[in-house]
């Protein structure tokens, strides 16, 4: 199952550079989310949109900056990050139905991106 | 206080035999979704099952099924004939109703991290 694909796999970077992620969904959805998942904690939701327009910040950092140019595509722009942000990055999408709520609106996630800020 | 609360941190299970992950969950909300993912160690987040708030029977796919008990708040899953490709970590989630328009994010709990023996 390739619905939601997520690169790089494994990113090293030091605190100063600047890198994206990206993630594609081939599902045909029209939510997509990224989440963190750091060693020994729950994955954190950081950002979430819906028709493209992101509809919740969890307080995330500004030097994480999400970009979502159409339902398709998913970025995150990483720059100055500090190691604590060493994480894996996972990319989510779903398909919201605004006048229900039910199993349609499961998330379906990507492979995820290893990160480790040196 | 943490809305999902997984007990078990590790388990160990024989071949063959069947597995109860436990859940619990808190929420004032009457209308919510749980969620059950499977994360192998490749780390992609696998959707193995969805109860709704409002279902009248506990949900089932394969040999995967939930025992839902709601006036407890618990959504334990349950493997039937465990293999040993079930070796994984399992996480319990929620959705809300909340202000997303329908794109909320999930609450996950620390996860259960079961191998399953030979």
């Known amino acids: 199952e390739t619905g939601v694909t997520q690169t790089p796999r494994h990113l090293v970077m030091g605190m100063t550079n600047k890198k994206s992620l990206k993630c594609e969904q081939h599902?045909?959805?029209?939510?997509m989310y990224w989440y963190k998942q750091s060693a020994k904690k729950p994955l954190e939701l950081m950002f979430v949109?819906?028709?493209?327009?992101?509809?919740e910040n969890n307080s995330v950092p500004s030097r994480f900056s999400p970009e979502c140019p159409n339902s398709s595509h998913l970025f995150l722009h990483l720059h100055t990050l500090q190691p604590e942000d060493s994480a894996l990055y996972l990319c989510?999408?779903?398909?919201?139905?605004?006048?229900?709520f039910g199993s349609g609106d499961t998330q379906y996630f990507g492979p995820g991106t290893r990160l480790t800020v040196l | 206080a943490q809305k999902i609360t997984q007990t078990q941190p590790g388990m160990f299970v024989q071949e063959k035999e069947a597995v109860t992950l436990d859940c619990t969950y808190d929420?004032?909300?009457?209308?919510?979704?749980l969620f059950w993912y499977k994360q192998p160690s490749s780390g992609e987040m696998i959707f193995l099952i969805y109860?709704?708030?409002?279902?009248?029977q506990n949900a089932t796919e394969g040999r995967y099924s939930l025992n839902f008990q709601k006036a407890r708040k618990s959504a334990n899953l349950v493997i039937s004939a465990s293999q040993l490709g079930d070796s994984a970590m399992y996480f319990c989630?929620?959705?809300?109703?909340?202000?997303?328009?329908?794109?909320?994010?999930?609450?996950f709990g620390k996860g259960t991290h079961l191998i399953i023996q030979p």
């Open positions: 599902l045909g959805h029209n939510a």
């Open positions: 949109y819906s028709l493209e327009e992101r509809v």
């Open positions: 109860q709704g708030s409002y279902d009248q």
């Open positions: 989630a929620m959705r809300e109703r909340g202000s997303g328009g329908g794109a909320d994010g999930l609450t």
């Open positions: 929420t004032s909300d009457p209308s919510y979704g």
């Open positions: 989510a999408s779903s398909q919201v139905h605004r006048t229900g």
